[in-house]
């Protein structure tokens, strides 16, 4: 197993992301690419995978539409869920082929990651059987859904750093009628770790528990290099910084 | 004869899984590997490729079903064969049940127990390898170890479970392999044991991790390296071990002693206030990050250097017999730790021409190549001068060996918040010591002092880029 490649995205539009993993799906399916978890930062979005029914949705397209949240119907398993700012949403695109194609496995080693991720904040996550998540005293605090394609994985996870919550109330999360979503912030405060924090927590044990010897930090130039995905040089990434302000 | 697509093994505990959606329709042509239909198991959704070329003639599971693995759900005509030649045998409920029909979400049961028997059908094999608990009773033959996840084996290393140990643990892994979880679960036994698997296998004692000179088949748990912690050694076993030198730690000796050899060691020290790096990094780094670049203090270390060597280039230079060679160009090393696997001083070419965003790129791809042995020859030829932080690892200060056949090398430091005094105020900076090791064969103190004070001082002053640069 080789070593597992990181990459923090910054602000990326759900369907920019979407299509970015595509390509690293197909790279990785034909040996052009390794394994890779990838940290895009999405604006507020409502996406619904192959289990979604119309009654997880809360609220009406006119809400949605003044809210500036777009829906995003993808192939993922899994029901209505949101992702925004303050989430940790983590695309792992990790050949399961080489992993016994075993799919259940795969998603308790995704839940198994944020749970030891969640440990060293001092949470005592757990995963309960039927419920696909990570929970901690009841509450869901990291979602999941994965997609598989020519045994090549995408999507992922989304744990709740510090969130605004409200936004779950736009749906049902996942389906689940009465369940109650929470966020590090929320349980641990000030001594909540930042996004930053989170993506190396993350990734240490996410390449732990996939089995990698190592996990390294690579560009998202990088990232859309091997997926064949024209590059930019790397003044583009000052000239980025300059317009964010 | 057509071709059965089944619902694929999805995993060892994946027993069914649901048509989400079909992706192409009855009587549409196929390529092969092209998606056929999405079937969803748990939270996954996976997409079933066609086993080859060909007509989708027939569409037995309609979408929002749940049926068992291993269940036919479509059938696959061959280019030219002509449909319903054969009718197909068709078995179950679901299987003479069209696409449109069972709308309604699935009750399982009713398709469950003729269809689990049909499970190995030929066609699987085509889809997907088999795989899966055949082999039973989960004995791990020594072969098998080696086939062993890192994690385990870096368990079983640090925990000194030995290869024949691993034989007593059942596994619940692929072909019974030992995962990490066996593992775990069996030392979480073990613990309670003081000894070390004396039941096991009494005529074979925790093999010692002495491999002699000639280079038998170690056991994959001794192959670590220099300094990694080997096999606990047990209650009056040996209390000191012989590890022979990896390559890395002798080609690493050789230079060492080399270095102190022909070098005229001197070091001299100075201080930086690096209150505007650390201020130009504290805004940066968020910015660039968001870009995917991480930054560290060494790309302005490198900078700082650069613009040194430009205004000093005798300190930019290389002993060759009795001459000196200056070198016009700008090869500028940086020490990589690697734990056990041994230093390493990869060099960045040209850095005169990069920018401090491409530098720092560039730092961390040379950095993490080096920690996972991903260097090139390239990489580590060439250098002109270097630079090695020991500050990454607390050291305030340190008198670094040069690299020879180099003739200086700078060392950077921790940064500490000091007490210093500016305009007879005391006030808090945070303060770096910076040294510089040199041959003073070639190079003077005068100017090894001259050198390392303008890199303090471009490090403190950054607007004075606008001047050297």
């Known amino acids: 197993m080789t070593t597992l490649s990181v990459a923090h995205l910054g602000p990326t539009a759900y369907r920019d992301g979407l299509a970015l993993q595509e390509s690293l799906v197909r790279a990785r399916a034909e040996g052009g690419a390794g394994d890779w978890l990838l940290y895009p930062d999405h604006p507020p979005v409502l996406t619904v995978g192959r289990s979604g029914s119309p009654g997880s949705l809360r609220s009406d397209p006119e809400t949605l539409r003044r809210l500036g949240i777009e829906v995003f119907e993808v192939a993922r398993g899994g029901d209505f869920t949101w992702h925004g700012p303050g989430q940790l949403v983590g695309y792992v695109i990790c050949d399961l082929s080489k992993r016994g194609r075993d799919l259940r496995r795969f998603l308790r080693d995704l839940e198994g990651c944020l749970i030891s991720a969640l440990g060293e904040w001092g949470l005592a996550g757990e995963a309960v059987p039927g419920r696909t998540g990570v929970w901690v005293g009841g509450e869901k605090i990291a979602s999941l859904g994965v997609a598989v394609r020519r045994w090549v994985s995408y999507h992922g996870f989304a744990l709740n750093v510090a969130p605004d919550l409200g936004f779950f109330d736009l749906i049902h999360p996942c389906g689940l009628r009465g369940i109650q979503m929470t966020s590090l912030a929320s349980k641990l405060g000030p001594a909540a770790p930042t996004l930053a924090e989170a993506r190396e927590v993350v990734a240490r044990n996410l390449a732990e528990r996939l089995g990698h010897p190592a996990w390294r930090w690579e560009t998202a130039d990088e990232a859309r290099r091997q997926a064949g995905v024209a590059t930019t040089d790397m003044r583009e990434p000052v000239r980025a910084a300059l317009n964010h302000r | ?469």
């Open chain 2, 1 to 469: 004869m057509p071709i059965s697509i089944v619902v694929p093994q999805l995993g060892e505990s994946v027993a069914e899984g649901t048509v989400a959606r079909w992706l192409k329709a009855q009587g549409d042509r196929v390529r092969k590997e092209e998606p056929l239909v999405e079937i969803q198991t748990d939270k996954i959704n996976v997409e079933i490729p066609s086993p080859a070329e060909g007509t989708l003639s027939r569409i037995l599971v309609a979408e929002g079903i749940t049926v068992l693995v291993g269940t036919e759900i479509a059938q696959l005509l061959a280019p030219g064969e002509v449909a319903g030649a054969t009718p197909g045998a068709s078995v179950g409920a679901s299987s003479a049940a069209p696409t449109s029909s069972a709308v309604s979400r699935p009750a399982p049961e009713p398709v469950a127990a003729t269809q689990a028997a049909a499970a190995p059908a030929p066609a699987y094999a085509s889809l997907v390898a088999p795989q899966g608990p055949s082999h039973g009773n989960g004995g791990t033959s020594l072969a098998e170890a080696r086939n062993l996840s890192p994690a385990v084996r870096r368990i079983m290393r640090e925990q000194g479970v030995g290869a024949d140990e691993l034989s007593v643990i059942r596994g619940s892994g692929i072909a019974g392999r030992v995962t990490r979880d066996d593992l775990l679960g069996y030392l979480a036994q073990r613990g309670a044991r003081p000894a070390v698997a004396g039941t096991s296998a009494p005529g074979a004692p925790v093999p010692v991790p002495m491999p002699g000179p000639t280079p038998g088949p170690m056991p994959p748990a001794s192959r670590a390296g220099y300094l990694a912690p080997q096999v606990a050694p047990a209650a009056g076993g040996p209390r000191e071990e012989v590890i022979p030198f990896t390559k890395v730690r002798k080609l690493i000796a050789e230079n060492m002693v080399r270095a102190k050899h022909t070098a005229a060691h001197t070091h001299c020290f100075d201080e930086a206030d690096m209150s505007a790096i650390v201020a130009l990094k504290r805004e940066w780094s968020p910015k660039l990050e968001a870009q995917g670049v991480k930054l560290t203090y060494m790309p302005f270390f490198i900078k700082a250097s650069v613009l040194a060597l430009r205004e000093f280039p005798w300190v930019n230079g290389e002993v060759k017999g009795e001459t000196m060679v200056v070198k016009r160009y700008y090869n500028i090393g940086m020490a990589v730790g690697r734990d056990d696997k041994g230093l390493i001083v990869p060099n960045l070419k040209d850095c005169d021409r990069k920018n401090l965003v491409q530098l720092a790129a560039e730092v961390n791809d040379l950095a993490t190549r080096a920690r996972n042995d991903r260097l090139k020859p390239d990489d580590i030829m060439g250098g002109t001068f270097s630079i090695t932080n020991a500050g990454v690892y607390g050291a305030i200060n340190s008198s670094p060996v040069i690299n020879v056949p180099e003739v200086a090398i700078l060392g950077v430091h921790r940064i500490v918040e000091r007490a210093v005094v500016r305009d007879g105020q005391i006030v808090a900076r945070p303060m770096m010591n910076a040294s510089i090791g040199f041959d003073h064969r070639v190079v003077d103190g005068e100017l090894a002092v001259k050198f390392l004070r303008r890199v303090c001082e471009l490090l403190e002053r950054p607007e004075l880029l606008w001047f050297y640069a």
